[in-house]
């Protein structure tokens, strides 16, 4: 039996790697090669035909042509998943070849790891062409929640921008977090973050070849194919252009879609393949020294042309003589063995294969060598009987068998022939043999689970995947009946791990009803398939299970769990909140419905609904530390922060290394205040986790909190470094440029920031109040009408719009918007001050005493509502009232010029002693503000314009000194200072109330008056 084999090699031998046929098909590809890359036009070649029509016998072709030719070549056998699957095995196969894509495979592995890490984040995982609806909600700006999203690898209903803008501001975070911006991006959309970087490494990588060839053969799958990809990025240069030097062969049975279809010239060159031509027979059986007539009809009758076939029953059939068929008679070769079934070519092709083999051993092994889906050496023994384990060689070299990297199946066309007539002619057999190869790979799959988890960990593993899946097929032929509702149970464990693998899944399920004549478990699987065609795959097929008896009680608890998830990825809470409430009937105990209903809970703000969830999450895992820290956060975006910190606190007791919880509760200590504490916990996150873009940007906002500028300017330097496309830290930078008086930097930043988020209220409103430090009123106005329409119900963004139009003199504007905010927030006593103030301005004295009153019951020590409470008193003649205030001021804010002017004016109206030194001191503290002396900004623009008010605060307080030399000095060094409108309109309502406390001094101010005016005229 090990000796020498004439029926299998010696044909074989004699044609080895002859190819007949497809000759214009070679020559276009080879055309294409000698070619140089500059001039090549095709890029993309697309083979397609029936089963059987030698798609993958011509890509061997080709390959081999290419590497005639040196080029690097890629050889990717089956279907693949997605375009990350293509680019993962197109890096793979060439790092194989001494030209690793590091940066490209260095990202991948991220992308994969952040999808394994989402099973509890805010969008879930597996959901992988899972829609994600983007809500109409305004942003909540910052500083905002911790950015924790876990999201399907393919969104279609919304720009990645805008998902990302949505995301940043989603009220909670839960679950695995990702850290950057880019982080977000390579979730929400891997194709934009992947293939440029897989194409910069790619051109790297191949400079020296002369090309590198690609070939896609999906064999007569009907699974997915990344000819949409290939052509985006070859033809249409989509992701960025790719190397010149770059071609693609795909290979499938589908014929490609109109809209990319090709012809023979162009850069997509189609070749739809045919059976052989008559001649095309002749010639392959010539060549195989086949030439008898009766011989090359019965092959021409029985293969229907096939080339396949054609090729198998040339290596089956005996050689005719090398004399004519009239010569000394016909030779026993000439005549075909065994029955002629023409009506099934396959069939007969086998038959006539397996009549040629009177070894029982060998013939034993062809039958049972078709029964796996594709083998090894193990699989083979595990498949044959033990004689029959030393023929694997020979059987790996069969004609219809294809094989790569040690793995081979048979073709298509002759498995099924093959597996049609074992189970008819050996049904027991059938059944015994199924069962054994069931059992292997049972055990297989159970020796690399031992000691794994029972959760969904067992899933993880590639291999194990492997062995599992194969069991369920062959249980499925072995007894299709008993074996259906196990193999259904297991779909919504597949797709617990990702759509592709449900797709696996469901292929199974058809070929198993396919090739054991089981026409409910094909069914099955085809209306899996049909559902993963939805926009909502998961929902459409979590929702067939669902609807019918397929699934056992753990099973529907299951699928109702990630049907809730997919639910809640595609913004449909209601239907999600449905879902885990019927998840939590079937299964009380499950953790993962319980917290999944939290977290939706916590998008809809049914906050004290998710604490009931994650109550009860704790209650079945007390030591659940992500738990722990989910609830924590709850409990801070309630501003519980006491109970926040007592959960974190717990938190990080039993995770001290957990750098998403030690940044967790660093925000929650900064939002109670305790800033040193918070810088801490940042500090530790880093150390565990130094590329955590969100800790960095959270411990930036701590340091700016407690006005440590140079550290968060360093911080958030290095987080806009780090994470150039993340609005977040370009508006945090932008707001400590502002808190510094750096306004041109500023404003850079939140332009910044707004083009990466328009919808940022936050941002827009920041940049409006530098805009409105810089006198630019209608700019600021434009930025706080945009803020308040984003988010109506946050009145900071009003009230600076209000504050605006006051400093404009549009009083009317300023009251409609105070009205509104004080109507909204009674409790808010910056809008009372502000409007009690223009109402000051306006003339209405009593208003603006109530609304005074107000905003000091409020806050009693708001040195603005009381300098403008004692102006309004003096204004009244209600003088002892006015200085009883005006001391106040000072009592407060000793360092501020304007609180002992106040003093002193007032003190000068009451005609009292000791304004002379009140003044005095006002001199003096805003001659040091003029000097950059003093408590603000001591550089940037805020600090020209500190000086340039301090400038006025001198003309002023020397006027009321009646020191006019002085005071006309110190206009004219105001006015060379380049005020802006504000600041020139501030100093004449100084002058109004100075002439109006001291009526004396009106003819000295009118002159000077005069040139202010002069000068507001003269501004834009």
């Given at each position: 039996m090990a000796g020498r084999d004439p029926s299998w090699q010696e044909p074989l031998r004699r044609h080895g790697d002859g190819f007949v046929g497809r000759r214009e098909e070679i020559a276009a590809f080879e055309e294409a090669l000698r070619r140089s890359p500059e001039e090549a036009e095709p890029v993309l070649f697309r083979v397609h035909g029936p089963a059987g029509v030698g798609k993958t016998a011509l890509l061997r072709r080709m390959e081999s042509a290419a590497r005639r030719a040196r080029a690097a070549t890629v050889y990717v056998d089956g279907p693949v998943a997605d375009a990350v699957g293509a680019m993962a095995a197109v890096g793979e196969q060439l790092a194989q070849q001494g030209l690793p894509l590091k940066g490209f495979q260095e990202r991948l592995a991220v992308y994969r790891?952040?999808?394994?890490?989402?099973?509890?984040?805010?969008?879930?995982?597996?959901?992988?062409?899972?829609?994600?609806?983007?809500?109409?909600?305004?942003?909540?700006?910052?500083?905002?929640?911790?950015?924790?999203?876990?999201?399907?690898?393919?969104?279609?209903?919304?720009?990645?921008?805008?998902?990302?803008?949505?995301?940043?501001?989603?009220?909670?975070?839960?679950?695995?977090?990702?850290?950057?911006?880019?982080?977000?991006?390579?979730?929400?959309?891997?194709?934009?973050?992947?293939?440029?970087?897989?194409?910069?490494?790619?051109?790297?990588?191949?400079?020296?070849r002369p090309w590198t060839v690609w070939f896609f053969d999906a064999g007569e799958h009907?699974?997915?194919?990344?000819?949409?990809?290939?052509?985006?990025?070859?033809?249409?240069?989509?992701?960025?252009?790719?190397?010149?030097?770059?071609?693609?062969?795909?290979?499938?049975?589908?014929?490609?879609?109109?809209?990319?279809?090709?012809?023979?010239?162009?850069?997509?060159?189609?070749?739809?393949?045919?059976?052989?031509?008559?001649?095309?027979?002749?010639?392959?059986?010539?060549?195989?020294?086949?030439?008898?007539?009766?011989?090359?009809?019965?092959?021409?009758?029985?293969?229907?042309?096939?080339?396949?076939?054609?090729?198998?029953?040339?290596?089956?059939?005996?050689?005719?003589?090398a004399a004519d068929d009239h010569s000394a008679g016909t030779a026993a070769a000439d005549r075909p063995v065994g029955p002629v079934r023409v009506g099934d070519p396959g069939r007969a092709t086998a038959e006539q294969c397996l009549a040629r083999e009177t070894d029982p051993v060998r013939r034993a092994a062809v039958l049972a060598c078709a029964l796996p889906r594709e083998w090894d050496e193990d699989v083979y023994r595990a498949a044959v009987a033990e004689e029959a384990a030393p023929l694997f060689d020979r059987l790996r070299r069969l004609p219809f068998v294809t094989g790569r990297a040690g793995r081979h199946r048979y073709h298509e066309v002759v498995r099924t022939a093959v597996l049609r007539l074992h189970r008819e002619q050996s049904p027991d057999l059938w059944r015994e043999q199924h069962t054994r190869l069931a059992d292997t790979f049972r055990q297989w799959r159970e020796r690399l689970e031992d000691g794994t988890a029972q959760d969904g960990g067992r899933w993880q593993d590639e291999r194990r995947r492997g062995h599992r899946l194969e069991e369920t097929y062959h249980r499925l032929c072995a007894d299709p009946r008993a074996a259906l509702p196990r193999a259904l149970r297991e779909l919504p464990d597949a797709y617990g791990h990702g759509a592709p693998t449900l797709r696996r899944w469901a292929e199974a399920l058809l070929q198993a009803g396919r090739d054991a004549d089981a026409p409910a478990a094909g069914d099955w699987g085809q209306r899996i398939l049909t559902a993963l065609e939805d926009p909502l795959p998961g929902v459409a097929a979590l929702t067939l299970l669902l609807d019918g008896d397929a699934l056992d009680t753990p099973g529907r608890a299951l699928a109702h769990l990630l049907r809730a998830r997919d639910h809640r990825n595609a913004g449909h809470y209601e239907q999600a909140l449905a879902d885990y409430r019927a998840a939590v009937a079937l299964d009380p105990e499950a953790r993962r419905a319980h917290h999944g209903r939290g977290v939706t809970h916590v998008l809809v703000g049914r906050y004290d609904d998710a604490l009931a969830d994650f109550d009860r999450v704790l209650e079945l895992a007390p030591d659940d530390a992500r738990a722990l820290a989910d609830r924590a956060e709850i409990h801070r975006q309630a501003h519980r922060y006491d109970e926040a910190l007592a959960d974190y606190d717990r938190a990080v007791g039993l995770a001290p290394a957990d750098a998403w919880i030690l940044a967790g509760r660093g925000q929650a200590r900064q939002a109670a205040g305790r800033h040193d504490d918070s810088l801490a916990d940042f500090d530790r996150a880093l150390e565990l986790d130094p590329g955590d873009f969100w800790a960095l940007a959270d411990r930036a906002e701590t340091h700016r909190l407690a006005g440590r500028h140079d550290d968060a300017l360093a911080d958030y330097d290095l987080a806009v470094e780090t994470d150039p496309r993340n609005a977040r830290a370009a508006a945090g930078r932008g707001e400590t440029h502002r808190l510094t008086g750096r306004y041109d930097a500023a404003l850079a930043d939140y332009d910044r920031a707004v083009e990466l988020d328009p919808h940022d209220a936050w941002a827009l409103a920041n940049r409006g109040q530098v805009h409105q430090a810089m006198g630019r009123y209608d700019a600021a106005l434009t930025d706080f009408d945009l803020a308040v329409e984003l988010d109506p119900y946050d009145l900071w963004p009003l009230v600076n719009r209000a504050e605006t139009h006051r400093l404009a003199g549009r009083y009317d504007d300023a009251l409609a918007d105070y009205d509104l905010a004080v109507e909204t927030d009674p409790y808010d006593a910056w809008a009372a001050a502000g409007r009690g103030e223009t109402h000051r301005l306006t003339g209405r004295y009593d208003a603006a005493l109530a609304d005074f009153d107000t905003a000091l019951e409020l806050d009693p020590d708001d040195a603005w509502a009381l300098a403008g409470r004692s102006r309004t008193h003096r204004a009244t003649g209600r003088y002892d009232a006015a200085l009883s205030d005006a001391r106040r001021v000072v009592a407060v804010d000793p360092d501020d010029g304007w609180s002992h002017y106040e003093e002193g004016l007032t003190l000068r109206a009451m005609a009292h002693p000791g304004w002379e030194q009140c003044l005095a001191r006002a001199v003096e503290r805003f001659a040091r503000d003029a000097a950059g002396a003093g408590p603000g900004p001591s550089t940037g623009e805020a600090a020209t314009e500190e000086a340039a008010t301090a400038e006025g605060g001198l003309f002023v307080a020397h006027c009321a000194l009646s020191s006019w030399e002085e005071a006309d000095r110190h206009l004219t060094r105001f006015l060379a200072a380049a005020p802006h409108r504000g600041q020139v309109g501030e100093v004449l309502t100084d002058l109004d109330a100075l002439a109006q406390a001291i009526a004396s001094a009106t003819e000295h101010l009118r002159p000077f008056r005069h040139r202010l005016e002069e000068a507001l005229a003269a501004l834009p």
């Open positions: 790891r952040l999808r394994h890490e989402s099973v509890a984040g805010v969008f879930g995982t597996g959901a992988d062409r899972a829609a994600v609806t983007v809500p109409g909600t305004a942003g909540a700006g910052l500083p905002g929640p911790r950015l924790t999203p876990g999201t399907g690898a393919f969104v279609r209903a919304a720009d990645p921008e805008q998902v990302v803008a949505w995301v940043d501001r989603v009220k909670a975070r839960f679950g695995s977090r990702l850290r950057s911006y880019e982080d977000v991006r390579l979730v929400l959309s891997p194709l934009q973050v992947l293939t440029p970087v897989f194409l910069e490494e790619l051109t790297e990588a191949v400079r020296g009907a699974g997915p194919t990344p000819d949409a990809w290939l052509h985006d990025v070859l033809v249409a240069g989509r992701y960025g252009r790719p190397p010149a030097n770059v071609l693609a062969v795909t290979a499938g049975r589908s014929r490609p879609d109109a809209q990319r279809r090709g012809d023979r010239t162009g850069p997509v060159v189609d070749l739809p393949l045919e059976v052989f031509t008559e001649a095309e027979v002749r010639e392959l059986q010539a060549a195989a020294g086949t030439t008898g007539a009766r011989a090359v009809e019965a092959v021409l009758a029985l293969s229907g042309r096939l080339p396949v076939l054609v090729s198998a029953l040339v290596t089956c059939c005996p050689t005719a003589p």
